[in-house]
């Protein structure tokens, strides 16, 4: 079995893992702090969400410089730092690449919203049309029509997720080899691989057709929220695209080159089946989707779906996710307790990812809507709350300010109800979350070797 399969990723969401510069936010130098705490963990990689140069409307999902570190989290040198620090430590580092959609105040987009008639004219996707009348009728993942117009080129621009994400015009070559060279750079520069955002948004269909309509009885909400109108559509046009694969198989040829891993992202129709055609040897080596971190998780069909994924996609390969950045923390989710939550997912096949914070068992929180962040939430709010619950600080000492995460007024509002999970008291138990997963994950290593 290839030395990639069924190992244990830690992701780290940067802004909220350890506040080193005394502004409320995480840092790269704060991750680096950490090492001893994450090798002592037993995982083997590190994924950490964007922390490349950004305006943050989305927290780092709308990239403006995909070769600088931003300012916020540090720099460059920083991360070569932390490279150089986990390398040493025997833990590889994976990135979280967006190649779909840039930020709006990106180099390429200032240069094609400028003008139709220059090297970047065509590097995203424009359309004419009526500025009140949109091109078709997809929908934005995060609310209403997914075409923006604009004043500046006439034309409207697709953006799937929010206005100020253009997304990328994947039908040009040239967005794809400079996508590519995106990947290469950090490979040279020394990451262990990427964890691809949204992999299945690259193409589009050119002819723009509209997508069906679904009953609302099937609607299955798996990486978007329940009462959102996009799930009504099945997204046969906008994304999931037949093109999609034979671009996976040119990022696998440069990730092979340098013994790199890749994990894709996958917000599809029929996400297991999607991940089953993009991983295999000339493909994504793994990829995940939302069927275990939706709102309709159920403890008891967890087995069903891991052996049916095995028997219908032998050559393929998953990764399975309770917990992320993107979702309702799964102690809030499940009526199980912690433990057997950590311990059923560390038996799955496949490869696992554990999201900081889910080793101490933390429950989601409830952020009051003034203190909200993230414009998903404040879109759909109240009756969907945004993904800020489970963004909240990490808590690593009771007794510290804000319990250690930093010495400022955190980017979102400590979680008072974790006083009593904080690393260092639970590292001082033998019976704590923290001291359970670690002998879970020590057990998961024995039987893997």
């Not at 840039?102 to 009526?130: A, C, L, M, P």
């Not at 997720?161 to 794809?176: R, T």
């Not at 691989?193 to 099937?218: A, M, Q, S, W």
Request: negative net charge; charged residues 30%; contains cysteine.
């Amino acid at each position: 079995m290839e030395d990639w399969k069924n190992k244990i990723i830690y992701q780290i969401y940067p802004r909220s893992f350890l506040d080193t510069s005394n502004n409320g936010i995480g840092d790269l130098n704060g991750i680096t702090s950490k090492v001893d705490y994450i090798a002592d963990l037993g995982v083997d990689y590190v994924w950490i969400s964007p922390f490349f140069k950004s305006p943050q409307k989305d927290f780092g999902y709308d990239v403006s410089d995909y070769r600088s570190v931003d300012k916020l989290f540090g720099s460059n040198d920083d991360f070569k730092n932390l490279l150089d620090v986990f390398h040493k430590k025997g833990l590889k580092v994976i990135v979280d690449l967006v190649l779909s959609h840039t930020s709006e105040e990106h180099e390429w987009f200032k240069r094609s919203i400028k003008s139709k008639d220059n090297k970047f004219s065509d590097w995203y996707v424009w359309q004419d049309g009526d500025p009140e009348i949109p091109p078709n009728k997809w929908l934005s993942v995060f609310g209403g029509s997914s075409w923006k117009w604009s004043e500046k080129r006439n034309q409207f621009y697709l953006h799937n997720f929010l206005e100020s994400q253009p997304d990328l015009n994947f039908h040009n070559e040239e967005v794809q080899n400079q996508m590519l060279n995106e990947i290469e750079y950090w490979l040279k520069f020394g990451v262990d691989g990427f964890r691809f955002d949204v992999i299945n948004f690259l193409f589009h269909d050119t002819e723009l057709r509209n997508n069906p309509y679904k009953d609302k009885k099937d609607v299955r909400p798996l990486g978007f929220n329940k009462n959102n109108p996009y799930g009504l559509q099945i997204h046969k046009y906008d994304n999931t695209r037949p093109e999609v694969i034979p671009y996976l198989e040119k990022i696998r040829k440069i990730l092979d080159k340098y013994s790199a891993i890749s994990i894709g992202e996958i917000v599809s129709e029929d996400p297991l089946e999607t991940i089953g055609q993009y991983t295999n040897e000339n493909r994504l080596h793994m990829a995940y989707c939302f069927e275990f971190l939706s709102e309709d998780f159920n403890f008891e069909n967890i087995d069903v779906i891991v052996d049916d994924f095995f028997k219908n996609n032998p050559k393929s390969w998953p990764c399975w996710a309770f917990s992320n950045h993107d979702s309702k923390r799964i102690a809030s989710r499940a009526s199980e307790n912690p433990k057997k939550i950590m311990e059923k997912l560390l038996k799955l096949k496949g490869n696992i990812c554990i999201y900081q914070g889910e080793e101490l068992g933390l429950r989601e929180s409830n952020v009051e809507f003034q203190n909200i962040q993230d414009p998903f939430g404040k879109n759909f709010w109240p009756e969907f709350k945004g993904r800020d619950g489970c963004r909240i600080p990490m808590p690593w000492d009771a007794k510290a300010k804000n319990f250690g995460f930093s010495s400022n007024i955190p980017w979102l509002p400590i979680e008072k109800q974790y006083k009593n999970l904080c690393v260092a008291t639970q590292i001082q138990d033998p019976n704590s979350t923290l001291n359970f997963t670690k002998k879970q994950i020590g057990f998961r290593k024995k039987i893997a070797t």
